[in-house]
């Protein structure tokens, strides 16, 4: 299922070192539809405005528009499209700000090409996932919008899904029992 959703995508790298963006590219080019570079997240708000794009990876530090920044601004503008972030050192603040401002993942580099992969395949996964939980959801709860529900952190969505599971693991049990 991944490799299917995976064959069609776009993915964008965000990377201001040169060699180390063109190495990323290479090692996704085979495994996704399109992958392409912007050297900042200037370039990748640019491109996302004539390109359906359906995933981000970022370094967080960049000049003119940071990592940060950026996820910050596809989490207000494409809540649907997850963002990784790459950070040389993740025990630093901003790795608890991007998980605040709704970051799917946060790798450390050096980048293992495999993980990132992996990672990209999941997050792939997670807005199709996210819309069919909601769509249940829905009708059984009268929800807000979905549009709200996704401009909340990752974390918070699944902590959501999670009760909601929980809710449903429960109701099946007690349904069970009824018809005992």
Avoid: C
């Amino acid at each position: 299922m991944k490799d299917l959703i995976a064959v069609d995508s776009v993915v964008v790298v965000a990377e201001d070192n040169d060699d180390l963006r063109d190495s990323i590219i290479d090692a996704l080019s085979s495994h996704f539809g399109k992958v392409i570079g912007a050297p900042n997240g200037k370039k990748v708000i640019e491109i996302m405005k004539s390109t359906t794009v359906n995933v981000v990876v970022t370094d967080y530090m960049m000049p003119e528009m940071n990592g940060l920044e950026l996820i910050s601004y596809i989490n207000k503008n494409h809540p649907m499209i997850p963002v990784l972030m790459l950070t040389a050192n993740g025990m630093a603040p901003e790795v608890n700000e991007a998980l605040r401002n709704g970051v799917f993942d946060i790798l450390d580099k050096p980048i293992r090409n495999d993980l990132l992969r992996n990672r990209i395949q999941n997050s792939l996964l997670m807005p199709e996932l996210l819309k069919v939980i909601w769509a249940a959801m829905s009708l059984e709860r009268g929800t807000p919008k979905l549009e709200e529900f996704l401009r909340q952190p990752f974390r918070k969505q699944l902590e959501v899904i999670h009760a909601y599971s929980a809710y449903l693991r429960t109701r099946a049990l007690s349904k069970r029992g009824e018809s005992a």
